[in-house]
Protein backbone atom coordinates (compact mmCIF):
# COMPACT_ATOMS: atom_id res chain seq x y z
CA UNK A 1 0.00 0.00 0.00
CA UNK A 2 1.29 3.45 -0.83
CA UNK A 3 1.41 6.12 2.00
CA UNK A 4 0.13 9.09 0.49
CA UNK A 5 1.33 10.91 3.16
CA UNK A 6 4.72 10.39 1.47
CA UNK A 7 4.37 12.59 -1.54
CA UNK A 8 4.71 16.64 -1.61
CA UNK A 9 2.21 18.08 -4.07
CA UNK A 10 4.10 17.46 -7.31
CA UNK A 11 4.77 13.94 -6.22
CA UNK A 12 1.25 13.26 -5.88
CA UNK A 13 0.43 15.23 -9.02
CA UNK A 14 3.08 12.69 -10.67
CA UNK A 15 1.70 9.40 -9.26
CA UNK A 16 -2.11 10.08 -9.70
CA UNK A 17 -0.80 10.67 -13.55
CA UNK A 18 0.23 6.80 -13.66
CA UNK A 19 -3.12 5.98 -12.36
CA UNK A 20 -4.74 8.46 -15.42
CA UNK A 21 -5.78 10.91 -13.13
CA UNK A 22 -6.09 14.27 -14.03
CA UNK A 23 -3.95 16.89 -11.65
CA UNK A 24 -7.04 18.35 -10.11
CA UNK A 25 -7.62 15.09 -8.45
CA UNK A 26 -4.67 14.94 -6.79
CA UNK A 27 -5.30 18.55 -5.37
CA UNK A 28 -8.06 17.25 -4.25
CA UNK A 29 -7.07 14.09 -2.52
CA UNK A 30 -4.49 16.39 -1.21
CA UNK A 31 -6.95 18.77 0.53
CA UNK A 32 -8.53 16.66 2.23
CA UNK A 33 -5.54 14.84 3.82
CA UNK A 34 -3.95 17.87 5.00
CA UNK A 35 -6.76 20.10 5.60
CA UNK A 36 -9.43 17.58 7.15
CA UNK A 37 -6.80 15.33 8.59
CA UNK A 38 -8.69 12.88 6.64
CA UNK A 39 -7.34 9.12 6.51
CA UNK A 40 -10.46 7.85 4.77
CA UNK A 41 -10.99 7.51 1.06
CA UNK A 42 -14.95 7.07 1.54
CA UNK A 43 -15.46 10.41 3.30
CA UNK A 44 -14.04 11.99 0.64
CA UNK A 45 -17.61 13.26 -0.85
CA UNK A 46 -16.45 15.59 -3.79
CA UNK A 47 -13.81 12.66 -5.00
CA UNK A 48 -15.46 10.32 -7.69
CA UNK A 49 -16.43 7.12 -5.94
CA UNK A 50 -14.31 5.19 -8.73
CA UNK A 51 -11.45 6.80 -7.68
CA UNK A 52 -12.01 6.57 -4.19
CA UNK A 53 -12.72 2.91 -4.85
CA UNK A 54 -9.37 2.74 -6.32
CA UNK A 55 -7.44 4.25 -3.89
CA UNK A 56 -9.02 1.77 -0.96
CA UNK A 57 -7.26 -0.90 -3.05
CA UNK A 58 -3.66 0.22 -3.49
CA UNK A 59 -3.54 3.35 -0.83
CA UNK A 60 -3.80 4.61 2.15
CA UNK A 61 -3.04 7.27 4.45
CA UNK A 62 -1.25 6.46 7.41
CA UNK A 63 0.10 8.67 10.28
CA UNK A 64 2.06 7.94 13.20
CA UNK A 65 1.30 6.16 15.84
CA UNK A 66 0.44 8.15 19.55
CA UNK A 67 2.37 5.56 22.33
CA UNK A 68 2.32 8.66 24.81
CA UNK A 69 0.28 12.02 24.82
CA UNK A 70 1.65 14.49 27.95
CA UNK A 71 0.35 17.98 29.08
CA UNK A 72 2.25 20.52 30.88
CA UNK A 73 1.02 22.74 33.27
CA UNK A 74 1.64 25.73 31.41
CA UNK A 75 -0.36 23.70 28.67
CA UNK A 76 2.49 22.67 26.79
CA UNK A 77 1.72 19.39 24.90
CA UNK A 78 3.96 16.23 24.36
CA UNK A 79 3.23 13.68 21.63
CA UNK A 80 5.31 10.22 21.51
CA UNK A 81 4.84 9.20 18.55
CA UNK A 82 6.14 5.83 16.74
CA UNK A 83 7.09 5.52 13.00
CA UNK A 84 7.55 1.73 13.44
CA UNK A 85 4.19 1.08 13.55
CA UNK A 86 4.14 2.06 16.97
CA UNK A 87 5.96 -0.95 18.68
CA UNK A 88 8.90 0.45 20.02
CA UNK A 89 9.64 3.52 21.86
CA UNK A 90 13.39 3.26 20.80
CA UNK A 91 12.12 3.84 17.10
CA UNK A 92 9.75 7.10 18.14
CA UNK A 93 9.90 10.74 18.26
CA UNK A 94 8.53 13.66 19.91
CA UNK A 95 6.01 16.37 18.88
CA UNK A 96 5.52 19.33 20.73
CA UNK A 97 2.96 22.10 21.03
CA UNK A 98 3.30 25.30 22.51
CA UNK A 99 -0.01 27.21 22.90
CA UNK A 100 0.62 31.13 23.45
CA UNK A 101 -1.96 34.19 23.46
CA UNK A 102 -1.14 34.69 19.75
CA UNK A 103 0.13 31.76 18.13
CA UNK A 104 0.69 28.31 18.22
CA UNK A 105 3.54 26.57 17.85
CA UNK A 106 4.38 23.00 16.82
CA UNK A 107 7.77 21.54 17.21
CA UNK A 108 8.73 18.89 14.60
CA UNK A 109 11.30 15.99 14.72
CA UNK A 110 13.22 15.08 11.47
CA UNK A 111 15.35 12.30 12.55
CA UNK A 112 15.36 9.44 15.26
CA UNK A 113 18.32 10.31 17.42
CA UNK A 114 20.94 12.74 16.17
CA UNK A 115 24.23 11.97 14.89
CA UNK A 116 25.64 15.41 15.71
CA UNK A 117 26.22 14.88 19.66
CA UNK A 118 25.87 18.13 20.57
CA UNK A 119 26.76 17.87 24.33
CA UNK A 120 24.63 20.15 25.96
CA UNK A 121 21.62 18.00 24.15
CA UNK A 122 19.81 15.14 25.79
CA UNK A 123 18.82 14.02 22.24
CA UNK A 124 22.12 13.35 20.99
CA UNK A 125 22.69 11.13 24.17
CA UNK A 126 20.27 8.57 22.62
CA UNK A 127 22.36 7.87 19.13
CA UNK A 128 21.31 7.96 15.68
CA UNK A 129 18.98 5.12 15.13
CA UNK A 130 17.92 6.79 11.22
CA UNK A 131 16.04 9.40 9.83
CA UNK A 132 12.09 10.00 9.25
CA UNK A 133 10.41 9.86 5.99
CA UNK A 134 8.72 12.49 4.05
CA UNK A 135 5.28 10.76 5.77
CA UNK A 136 6.65 10.73 9.57
CA UNK A 137 8.39 14.48 9.04
CA UNK A 138 4.51 15.89 7.76
CA UNK A 139 2.86 13.04 9.65
CA UNK A 140 3.59 15.05 13.25
CA UNK A 141 1.52 17.96 11.62
CA UNK A 142 -0.87 16.30 10.26
CA UNK A 143 -1.26 14.40 13.44
CA UNK A 144 -1.24 17.18 16.20
CA UNK A 145 -4.05 19.08 13.57
CA UNK A 146 -6.33 16.03 14.61
CA UNK A 147 -5.55 15.54 17.96
CA UNK A 148 -6.12 20.00 18.58
CA UNK A 149 -9.41 19.39 16.60
CA UNK A 150 -8.03 21.46 14.11
CA UNK A 151 -9.16 20.43 10.80
CA UNK A 152 -11.97 21.22 8.95
CA UNK A 153 -13.75 19.82 5.47
CA UNK A 154 -12.12 21.44 2.41
CA UNK A 155 -14.32 24.31 0.63
CA UNK A 156 -15.62 25.49 4.17
CA UNK A 157 -14.53 29.48 5.00
CA UNK A 158 -11.85 30.21 6.84
CA UNK A 159 -12.56 30.98 10.27
CA UNK A 160 -10.24 32.71 13.02
CA UNK A 161 -6.79 32.27 14.25
CA UNK A 162 -5.19 28.87 13.11
CA UNK A 163 -4.57 26.52 16.07
CA UNK A 164 -0.84 25.56 14.81
CA UNK A 165 0.40 28.82 13.01
CA UNK A 166 4.09 28.00 13.42
CA UNK A 167 6.12 25.10 12.70
CA UNK A 168 9.44 24.89 14.12
CA UNK A 169 12.12 21.90 12.80
CA UNK A 170 14.30 22.25 16.17
CA UNK A 171 12.81 18.48 17.57
CA UNK A 172 14.69 15.39 17.35
CA UNK A 173 17.38 15.42 14.47
CA UNK A 174 19.22 18.01 12.57
CA UNK A 175 17.31 18.51 9.60
CA UNK A 176 19.38 19.48 6.64
CA UNK A 177 20.84 16.35 7.01
CA UNK A 178 17.42 14.71 6.01
CA UNK A 179 17.58 17.17 3.21
CA UNK A 180 15.30 15.46 0.64
CA UNK A 181 12.54 14.23 3.45
CA UNK A 182 12.20 17.72 4.92
CA UNK A 183 12.17 19.55 1.78
CA UNK A 184 9.72 17.42 0.72
CA UNK A 185 7.60 17.93 4.10
CA UNK A 186 8.54 21.97 3.63
CA UNK A 187 6.66 21.99 0.29
CA UNK A 188 3.27 20.68 2.04
CA UNK A 189 3.40 22.87 4.96
CA UNK A 190 3.81 25.89 2.22
CA UNK A 191 1.28 24.65 -0.36
CA UNK A 192 -1.71 26.15 -0.40
CA UNK A 193 -3.35 22.73 -0.87
CA UNK A 194 -1.49 21.40 2.26
CA UNK A 195 -0.83 23.57 4.91
CA UNK A 196 -0.80 27.26 3.52
CA UNK A 197 1.87 28.45 6.15
CA UNK A 198 3.73 31.19 4.82
CA UNK A 199 7.94 30.80 4.99
CA UNK A 200 8.07 33.35 7.75
CA UNK A 201 6.33 31.30 9.92
CA UNK A 202 8.30 28.20 8.99
CA UNK A 203 11.70 27.74 10.55
CA UNK A 204 14.32 25.34 9.91
CA UNK A 205 17.12 24.87 12.95
CA UNK A 206 20.71 23.70 11.59
CA UNK A 207 23.83 23.20 13.24
CA UNK A 208 25.21 24.59 10.41
CA UNK A 209 25.63 22.03 7.91
CA UNK A 210 27.18 24.22 5.25
CA UNK A 211 26.27 22.97 1.68
CA UNK A 212 23.10 21.95 2.45
CA UNK A 213 21.98 25.79 3.82
CA UNK A 214 22.93 26.60 0.58
CA UNK A 215 20.84 23.84 -1.05
CA UNK A 216 17.82 24.98 1.30
CA UNK A 217 18.11 28.87 0.39
CA UNK A 218 17.76 27.58 -3.82
CA UNK A 219 15.43 25.44 -3.25
CA UNK A 220 12.88 26.10 0.03
CA UNK A 221 14.32 29.11 1.52
CA UNK A 222 11.95 29.22 5.24
CA UNK A 223 13.20 31.20 8.12
CA UNK A 224 16.56 29.65 9.36
CA UNK A 225 17.82 29.49 13.17
CA UNK A 226 21.36 28.71 13.17
CA UNK A 227 22.47 26.52 16.46
CA UNK A 228 25.41 29.12 17.95
CA UNK A 229 25.90 28.30 21.39
CA UNK A 230 29.90 29.83 21.12
CA UNK A 231 31.63 32.90 19.55
CA UNK A 232 34.38 30.91 19.31
CA UNK A 233 36.00 27.91 17.35
CA UNK A 234 37.83 26.07 20.09
CA UNK A 235 35.03 26.10 22.11
CA UNK A 236 32.65 25.19 19.50
CA UNK A 237 34.25 22.22 18.54
CA UNK A 238 33.91 21.24 22.22
CA UNK A 239 30.20 22.28 22.49
CA UNK A 240 29.18 21.43 18.68
CA UNK A 241 31.35 18.75 17.04
CA UNK A 242 30.27 19.83 13.60
CA UNK A 243 32.03 23.07 13.48
CA UNK A 244 35.23 20.83 12.79
CA UNK A 245 33.87 20.45 9.58
CA UNK A 246 32.15 23.09 9.02
CA UNK A 247 34.01 26.45 10.96
CA UNK A 248 32.51 29.33 12.03
CA UNK A 249 34.05 31.49 9.41
CA UNK A 250 32.08 29.23 6.77
CA UNK A 251 29.15 29.30 8.90
CA UNK A 252 29.10 32.85 8.89
CA UNK A 253 29.94 32.84 4.93
CA UNK A 254 26.54 30.42 4.69
CA UNK A 255 24.59 32.80 6.82
CA UNK A 256 24.41 35.84 4.69
CA UNK A 257 24.90 33.84 1.51
CA UNK A 258 21.44 32.86 2.70
CA UNK A 259 20.38 35.84 3.59
CA UNK A 260 19.74 36.67 -0.14
CA UNK A 261 16.74 34.40 -0.58
CA UNK A 262 15.18 34.32 3.00
CA UNK A 263 12.02 35.82 3.77
CA UNK A 264 13.08 37.54 7.08
CA UNK A 265 16.18 39.85 6.91
CA UNK A 266 17.89 38.33 9.77
CA UNK A 267 19.30 35.03 10.98
CA UNK A 268 18.52 33.47 14.46
CA UNK A 269 21.28 32.44 16.46
CA UNK A 270 20.01 30.47 18.94
CA UNK A 271 22.33 30.00 22.14
CA UNK A 272 22.13 27.78 25.13
CA UNK A 273 23.09 29.60 28.44
CA UNK A 274 26.12 27.09 30.05
CA UNK A 275 27.23 28.53 33.45
CA UNK A 276 30.97 28.94 33.33
CA UNK A 277 30.93 27.74 29.96
CA UNK A 278 29.74 30.28 27.55
CA UNK A 279 27.75 33.25 29.47
CA UNK A 280 30.87 35.31 30.37
CA UNK A 281 30.91 39.24 29.31
CA UNK A 282 33.77 38.25 27.29
CA UNK A 283 31.85 35.76 25.56
CA UNK A 284 29.40 38.24 24.77
CA UNK A 285 31.76 40.41 23.09
CA UNK A 286 33.11 38.13 21.34
CA UNK A 287 30.04 37.08 19.91
CA UNK A 288 28.82 40.33 18.54
CA UNK A 289 32.43 40.63 17.21
CA UNK A 290 31.59 37.44 15.37
CA UNK A 291 28.22 38.61 13.28
CA UNK A 292 29.11 41.91 13.38
CA UNK A 293 28.19 41.73 9.92
CA UNK A 294 25.21 39.41 9.66
CA UNK A 295 21.80 40.71 10.30
CA UNK A 296 20.66 38.76 13.07
CA UNK A 297 19.11 38.25 16.69
CA UNK A 298 19.79 36.00 19.21
CA UNK A 299 17.42 33.46 21.28
CA UNK A 300 19.39 32.91 24.64
CA UNK A 301 18.21 29.87 25.22
CA UNK A 302 18.18 28.40 29.71
CA UNK A 303 19.85 25.20 29.77
CA UNK A 304 17.54 22.40 30.20
CA UNK A 305 19.50 19.88 32.73
CA UNK A 306 19.41 16.08 32.12
CA UNK A 307 21.07 13.24 33.85
CA UNK A 308 24.81 13.19 33.04
CA UNK A 309 25.20 16.22 31.20
CA UNK A 310 27.91 17.61 33.26
CA UNK A 311 26.24 21.19 32.60
CA UNK A 312 24.59 23.98 34.52
CA UNK A 313 22.22 26.33 33.88
CA UNK A 314 23.36 29.78 33.83
CA UNK A 315 21.90 32.09 36.84
CA UNK A 316 19.32 34.25 35.85
CA UNK A 317 21.11 37.58 36.72
CA UNK A 318 23.98 36.33 34.29
CA UNK A 319 21.81 35.61 31.35
CA UNK A 320 20.23 38.90 31.94
CA UNK A 321 23.81 40.44 32.08
CA UNK A 322 24.91 38.92 28.48
CA UNK A 323 21.08 40.11 27.33
CA UNK A 324 22.35 43.64 28.01
CA UNK A 325 25.25 43.20 26.17
CA UNK A 326 23.77 42.54 22.87
CA UNK A 327 21.18 44.84 23.21
CA UNK A 328 23.50 47.68 23.88
CA UNK A 329 25.28 46.89 21.03
CA UNK A 330 22.42 47.15 19.19
CA UNK A 331 21.08 43.75 18.54
CA UNK A 332 17.85 42.21 18.84
CA UNK A 333 18.40 39.15 21.85
CA UNK A 334 15.66 37.61 23.74
CA UNK A 335 15.59 35.17 26.15
CA UNK A 336 13.49 31.76 25.43
CA UNK A 337 10.74 31.51 27.99
CA UNK A 338 11.15 27.77 29.39
CA UNK A 339 8.01 25.93 28.27
CA UNK A 340 7.30 22.11 28.92
CA UNK A 341 10.29 21.45 31.06
CA UNK A 342 8.22 19.31 33.78
CA UNK A 343 7.66 16.79 30.97
CA UNK A 344 10.69 17.19 29.31
CA UNK A 345 9.39 18.99 26.51
CA UNK A 346 11.66 21.68 26.68
CA UNK A 347 14.94 22.92 24.25
CA UNK A 348 17.26 20.23 24.36
CA UNK A 349 15.27 17.39 26.13
CA UNK A 350 14.03 15.61 23.51
CA UNK A 351 14.26 12.11 23.48
CA UNK A 352 11.88 9.88 24.61
CA UNK A 353 11.95 7.23 26.95
CA UNK A 354 15.12 5.66 25.84
CA UNK A 355 18.57 4.98 27.25
CA UNK A 356 22.22 6.82 26.61
CA UNK A 357 23.27 5.25 23.25
CA UNK A 358 26.43 7.54 22.66
CA UNK A 359 28.67 6.26 25.05
CA UNK A 360 30.18 10.44 25.20
CA UNK A 361 32.21 11.51 27.65
CA UNK A 362 31.74 14.89 27.76
CA UNK A 363 35.63 16.69 28.99
CA UNK A 364 35.01 20.50 30.24
CA UNK A 365 36.94 22.46 32.28
CA UNK A 366 36.79 21.00 35.82
CA UNK A 367 34.48 23.35 38.00
CA UNK A 368 37.46 24.81 40.29
CA UNK A 369 38.38 26.24 37.12
CA UNK A 370 35.51 27.61 35.90
CA UNK A 371 34.62 31.37 36.99
CA UNK A 372 31.29 31.83 38.98
CA UNK A 373 28.16 32.06 36.99
CA UNK A 374 27.57 35.41 37.83
CA UNK A 375 30.83 36.68 37.75
CA UNK A 376 31.51 38.79 34.76
CA UNK A 377 34.87 39.60 33.12
CA UNK A 378 36.21 43.10 32.87
Known amino acids: MVNLLDFDVEGLAAWFAQLNEKPFRARQVLRWMHRAGCDDFAQMTDV???????????????????????????????????????????????AVFIPEAHRGTLCVSTQVGCALDCAFCSTGKQGFN????????????????????????????????????????????????????????LRLMLDDHGYGLSRRRVTVSTAGIVPAMDRLRETVPVALAVSLHAPDDALRDRLVPLNKKYPLKDLMAACRRYLENAPRDFITFEYVMLAGINDSDAHAHALLRLVRDVPSKFNLIPFNPFPGSGFHRSRPERVRRFQELLLDAGRIATVRKTRGDDIDAACGQLAGQVRDRSRRVVVMPPESSRRPAGAAIS
Do not use: C, H
Request: glycine fraction near 10%.
Open 130 to 185: RNLTTAEIIGQLWYANRALGAVKVPGAPDEGERVISNVVLMGMGEPLANFDAVVSA
Open 48 to 94: AKSLRAKLTEIAEIRGPRPMRDTTAADGTRKWLLGVDNGKNEDNAVE
